[in-house]
């Protein structure tokens, strides 16, 4: 209990860290001052944004199903302290021999959040963001559930810390195609530039949630910035050995951002067509080859 307690501390830690970092990078990037008014050099300023969204009022909303609207952001926070459990520290959940297994089950579960919050609001925007965001979430989770297994197949074991362990690279080749298809699918999984059609501020006003603000956005803004924290340190321990594992974690951040700040939102059906065309296809091939050869 101590452990997960510690875990969740630094993780809120990780996520201010980043929020921090992002408006640093990108003012960077822009050429321009980024945060630096609330604490030394503006560390204190996702801090001061926190307190600031949880004193806003929250108003009772007339369209909408007032507890599963309630309900969906709450599901989105326990979903993110549910994934907290399986970083692969020592006790953790990933030493379970299939904790990679509940790791995609958890993953899955974030598709009713989106469902709940978008339906249950009253309002068509969040319906029809909801709508996409959930095709979108649905259809790189089955790439990733491909890849994972693709891995397990070629390691004969579901125990992530026993895969690191054994790590050789395998081929360069395969090596180097796993991890640019995984680059795309943490790109969609987490939501960010230039996928981030669950927030589509020109053309839905702001996605599935429109009606979200004050605690509750909070709640969403740390689910998302909190799974991207995971999914880098996720990809230290696939792709780096356990010297570089920080200093991958940091790269991957960077990696966030410098895509936003580079890349325009594509459209949607290119999405769509990339993941079910193109890495599908190549996901379908490496998954075959290692459960036949």
Same mark, same amino acid.
């Given at each position: 209990?101590?452990?997960?307690?510690?875990?969740?501390?630094?993780?809120?830690?990780?996520?201010?860290?980043?929020?921090?970092?992002?408006?640093?990078?990108?003012?960077?990037?822009?050429?321009?001052?980024?945060?630096?008014?609330?604490?030394?050099?503006?560390?204190?300023?996702?801090?001061?944004?926190?307190?600031?969204?949880?004193?806003?009022?929250?108003?009772?909303?007339?369209?909408?199903?007032?507890?599963?609207?309630?309900?969906?952001?709450?599901?989105?926070?326990?979903?993110?302290?549910?994934?907290?459990?399986?970083?692969?520290?020592?006790?953790?959940?990933?030493?379970?021999?299939?904790?990679?297994?509940?790791?995609?089950?958890?993953?899955?579960?974030?598709?009713?959040?989106?469902?709940?919050?978008?339906?249950?609001?009253?309002?068509?925007?969040?319906?029809?963001?909801? =709508?996409?965001? *959930?095709?979108? &979430?649905?259809? !790189?989770?089955?790439? /990733?559930? +491909?890849?994972? $297994? %693709?891995? #397990?197949?070629?390691?004969?074991? =579901?125990?992530? *810390?026993?895969? &690191?362990?054994? !790590?050789?690279?395998? /081929?360069? +080749?395969?090596? $180097? %195609?796993? #991890?640019?298809?995984?680059?795309?699918?943490?790109?969609?999984?987490?939501?960010?530039?230039?996928?981030?059609? /669950?927030?589509?501020?020109?053309?839905?006003?702001?996605?599935?949630?429109?009606?979200?603000?004050?605690?509750?956005?909070?709640?969403?803004?740390?689910?998302?910035?909190?799974?991207?924290?995971?999914?880098?340190?996720?990809?230290?321990?696939?792709?780096?050995?356990?010297?570089?594992?920080?200093?991958?974690?940091?790269?991957?951040?960077?990696?966030?951002?410098?895509?936003?700040?580079?890349?325009?939102?594509?459209?949607?059906?290119?999405?769509?067509?990339?993941?079910?065309?193109?890495?599908?296809?190549?996901?379908?091939?490496?998954?075959?080859?290692?459960?036949?050869?």
């Amino acid at each position: 209990m101590m452990l997960y307690l510690l875990v969740m501390i630094f993780s809120l830690m990780a996520v201010a860290f980043y929020t921090l970092m992002e408006r640093r990078v990108l003012g960077n990037f822009h050429l321009r001052i980024g945060p630096n008014r609330v604490g030394l050099m503006g560390f204190f300023q996702p801090f001061s944004d926190a307190i600031k969204l949880f004193l806003k009022d929250n108003l009772k909303l007339r369209f909408n199903e007032s507890f599963l609207w309630n309900f969906s952001p709450i599901l989105a926070m326990y979903l993110y302290l549910t994934v907290l459990m399986l970083y692969p520290l020592s006790g953790g959940i990933m030493m379970l021999s299939y904790g990679m297994v509940l790791l995609v089950g958890i993953l899955s579960m974030s598709v009713y959040f989106l469902m709940y919050g978008g339906f249950f609001s009253g309002n068509k925007f969040s319906l029809i963001g909801s =709508f996409r965001s *959930i095709s979108q &979430m649905v259809s !790189y989770e089955i790439l /990733l559930i +491909f890849l994972l $297994m %693709s891995i #397990f197949m070629y390691y004969e074991n =579901f125990n992530f *810390i026993v895969i &690191m362990e054994m !790590y050789n690279f395998m /081929l360069l +080749f395969v090596n $180097m %195609s796993f #991890f640019i298809i995984w680059l795309f699918v943490c790109l969609a999984e987490s939501n960010r530039l230039p996928y981030d059609f /669950l927030e589509g501020e020109s053309e839905l006003v702001s996605g599935f949630n429109t009606e979200y603000w004050g605690g509750y956005f909070s709640f969403i803004f740390i689910f998302e910035y909190g799974f991207m924290v995971f999914f880098c340190v996720i990809t230290s321990f696939m792709f780096m050995s356990m010297e570089f594992i920080w200093v991958m974690s940091m790269m991957m951040l960077y990696y966030y951002l410098w895509i936003r700040s580079t890349f325009p939102r594509l459209r949607y059906d290119f999405l769509m067509e990339m993941a079910w065309k193109k890495l599908m296809m190549l996901l379908l091939f490496f998954f075959f080859f290692f459960v036949f050869f």
